[in-house]
């Protein structure tokens, strides 16, 4: 099937990013660079809707009998593609759902005609996502590793005379015949050796060579020369044949349009002797900390982060959080919705991920009145992301009660219905069915498709809950607020019911009973 006709089953967005990964291994770190840049322009973005599409059944003839079967659409694209997409999903894995990544690492586990890189590459992100990993050794050879180190070492030491990759890689031994690529002359991602020959025949302009800076050189090609080096280094290892080394472009080490480096300036550095000092106070806090604070309006993200980590900002006490956000809140203008997103993880994540005992009345105000100023933050830096981890470590009661707080209190209904379909991708527990129930309770604007998608999941997911009274009353509660919606489905839950074992089983059949069919 024709690539072009396949990406055009996703958005602007994704089929930008489908076509940095079509153009071979330097188009991973262009697509790993747009995903940032779409993140700071909206923080909600995610790959959800995506790896759906790519998941979902496609009709295809296969061989030539013309016969027809159902093919998951990641497998019609190219070998090269799907070696991309891995590599690019291995780098940003963790901005990532975790049960749609494996949902797609299936589909392509089915593939029949699997490539042997993709092999490699699925295991690496089993290993990323801490799953049985199907190769069970490492991931490059020790020979691989060897000549890195001594290229590594080649490249630090005092000698001034160049290096060239040729001079480092060119004994590595034979492992295959070069092969010429088909279709897409560029996609050589797939482990298919590049033709060194001609590389190294070409002109001096376009040869990948590496000159330690003579002593005539400025400083400021002194100063490049690090960074220089290591995606050098990168990018050789990823084109060595017969060994894997993915490449790591991740966003921290790229510079930004306006020149912004990840070390903080001067005058943002000065600011953080008196913000700990504020941090530190333990009684009222007298001090204009609007003048203290505006730093952050000042920043951009990645300077965020590193502030932050400063600060130390996830370790404060618990009784720090409300004036401090009370001084955030003050700020004019708004923080922007980016540092808002920072500010939420480094306050937030950590103190509502290790709860055991219910929220104190600090942690508790403070996350309200912060999250019901940065709705957005709320979701993806601090719900989504605990609801995600549950599903690799208990998520429990303290934890649910939180987030159905910040639920009710703090999101509006969009905002509702983003976590909403985020639970429908969640394996579910007690735990999850009462922020279900949480959201449902607040009659959500279902759309029909919507709503057909929570009866699949709740079919899916009902066999767990036969004895569970939290099912129960989420279940009452969708029968009496969503009549219309439920009629065409009065089957299948009926047969979701019928093994249900509480006392509420018959007034649940009866409410489902007295909806009208017609409604």
Known sequence: MDVERLLWRFDGRTRLLFQSLLSGVRGISRAVRLFHRQRRSDPDISLRACLDTLCMEEPHIVGDKLNLSLTPLVCLFPVAFKCGLLSFLHLIYPLVPGPCLIRLLDCLKQDPAQDPWIHVLLGQL????????????????????????????????????????????????????????????????????????????????????????????????????????????????????????????????????????????????????????????????????????????????????????????????????????????????????????????????????????????????????????????????????????????????????????????????????????????????????SVVHTLLDSKLELTEELFSQFITHLRQQAPDFTKSMTFAKMVIGVLNKYPSRVSPHKHILSCCLASHETFLKKSLLAALKRIDPSS
């Open 126 to 433: 089993c290993r990323d996502l801490a799953l049985d990993d199907p190769l069970g050794g490492e991931l490059y050879s020790a020979y691989c590793r060897n000549k890195l180190e001594q290229f590594c070492q080649r490249l630090g030491n005092a000698d001034h005379s160049a290096l060239s990759l040729g001079s480092a890689f060119g004994d590595l031994p034979p492992t295959r015949p070069p092969q010429e690529p088909v279709g897409e002359p560029d996609l050589q991602l797939h482990g298919k050796r590049r033709n060194e020959a001609s590389e190294v025949a070409g002109s001096q302009s376009k040869k990948m060579r590496l000159d330690l800076p003579a002593t005539q050189e400025d400083d400021g090609n002194k100063e490049a020369l690090p960074s220089q080096a290591q995606d050098i280094v990168q990018e050789t290892a990823a084109w060595t044949a017969g060994d894997v080394c993915m490449v790591d472009f991740r966003e921290p080490q790229q510079s930004f349009p306006d020149g912004t480096s990840l070390v903080l300036p001067e005058h943002i550095r000065a600011s953080v002797t008196g913000i700990k000092e504020l941090l530190e106070t333990t009684g009222e806090w007298v001090k204009d900390t609007d003048s203290v604070l505006q730093v952050l309006n000042e920043c951009e993200p990645p300077q965020v982060e590193l502030l932050c980590a400063e600060l130390q900002l996830s370790e404060i006490p618990e009784q720090i959080l409300p004036p401090l956000c009370s001084g955030l809140l003050s700020l004019c203008p708004d923080l922007s919705q980016c540092t808002a997103t920072v500010l939420t993880r480094s306050l937030f994540f950590k103190k509502v991920l290790s709860l055991r005992d219910p929220a104190s009345r600090s942690l508790l105000s403070a996350v309200t009145s912060f999250g019901r100023r940065y709705p957005r933050p709320a979701c993806s830096a601090l719900i989504s992301p605990i609801l995600q981890s549950g599903q690799m470590s208990a998520f429990n009661r303290v934890q649910a009660e939180l987030l159905c707080r910040l639920i009710g209190d703090c999101l509006e209904p969009q905002y509702q219905l983003l976590i909403f379909g985020e639970t429908l991708v969640l394996s579910w527990g007690e735990e999850v069915l």
